[in-house]
Each structure stands twice: as C-alpha cells, then as structure tokens.
C-alpha cells in the first residue's frame, strides 16, 4: 500500500509531494523527484513551530546519514494570507513514515523537540524577558505610570501565550514508534 501526503510548505510555491512505497520516499517537489532510501534514515525529529495567531504548525524533519534532510509540515499554504490545517493526513503520514523508517531502519533515532541547545537557549531568553517585563512593570508602578505598566503587563501577557507552548512542548526527548508524541501532534 502506498500512502502519501501533499502539501505546500510556504505561501509562495507549489506543492511537494511525499510517497511511501515499500522502503523507499519518494518525494516529488514539481522541478525534481527524489527517491529516499529509508534505510539511509539517521534522525526523525518532530517539533511545535509557532505559527499565526489561531494556527498551530507541527513539523517533522528527516535527517538522512549523509547529512541530507528533508521535512513536511501540518500546515498548507494556499494563499499568502491562507493555510489549511492538514490534521488528520499530518498525523497519518507521519505515523506511517515512522513506522516504515523503523521496519527499514531499526537503528534510527526518534526525537520529540528541539535541540538541547536550542530548547535551553529559547527558555533562558524566555525567562529573563519576563523577568525584565515585571522589572518595568514594578518599576512604572514606583514611578506612579499605571498606563506603562497595564501596557507592560499586557506585553507580558501576550509573551507568555506565545512562547509558553514552544517551551513546553520541543523539550527535547526521545520516543518510539509506533507511538508518536502526541503534544507534537495536531
């Protein structure tokens, strides 16, 4: 059986086309086609990238051992101001091509979540941003500024809303298929 996922990953150019054939990907962006030997598969990463205000987008990225990558996304762009969840075909495509990478491949890594590196950097920045957000609060409250600190704390508020999710949920972590996260799944 055969399963495959379209998707247009930006709001400008055409669709790319995945293809699970046996253990092997095809992948057909328009201009080229590329087979992918699944054997060949070093790391699958699955991670939560912020999107539009109302839109989630849920990315997985396939690293081959020649260093090679490719990724799909959840998200299809239609327009530039129009993007389709693709919830259910996301989520199918991805819980076959893991599997397919395992049957092709048992010794791939599978990671839930951004670099450590990264993850640690976007939660420290994170951290001392609100920090520095209650210090002015605090310090336009002294000053008798109750308009700049209501700014503040708004500012503070949306900040939260917005980077809240991308710290909890591309925590760096290891899972197995067939079982995919679920916090990385639309």
């Known amino acids: 059986m055969t399963q495959t996922y379209t998707h247009s990953p ?3 150019g055409g669709p790319i086309s995945f293809a699970i054939k046996g253990d092997q990907l095809i992948v057909d962006s328009g201009r080229k086609v590329h087979e992918v030997r699944l054997g060949a598969v070093e790391t699958v990463r699955m991670t939560y990238e912020p999107g539009r205000i109302g839109q989630k987008s ?3 990225k396939v690293t081959m051992k020649d260093g090679k990558a490719f990724t799909f996304t959840s998200l299809n762009w239609r327009s530039l101001i129009e993007a389709q969840e693709m919830t259910t075909e996301y989520r199918a495509f991805a819980q076959g091509l893991c599997e397919a990478i395992v049957k092709a491949n048992p010794e791939a890594r599978f990671i839930a979540g951004k ?4 993850w640690f ?3 420290a920045i994170a951290i001392l ?4 957000m209650a210090y002015l609060i605090w310090q336009a409250l002294q000053m008798g500024s109750t308009g ?3 700014i503040g704390a ?3 508020i949306v900040g939260v809303w917005q980077i809240e999710p991308m710290v909890r949920l591309n925590k760096p972590h290891p899972f197995a298929p067939p079982t995919l996260p679920d916090s990385l799944m639309p």
């Open 10 to 12: 930006r709001p400008v």
């Open 154 to 156: 708004l500012l503070a």
């Open 121 to 123: 950097s976007t939660t």
């Open 148 to 150: 700049v600190a209501l």
């Open 115 to 118: 670099p450590w590196w990264l």
């Open 129 to 132: 941003s609100l920090l520095l």
């Open 58 to 60: 849920y990315r997985t």
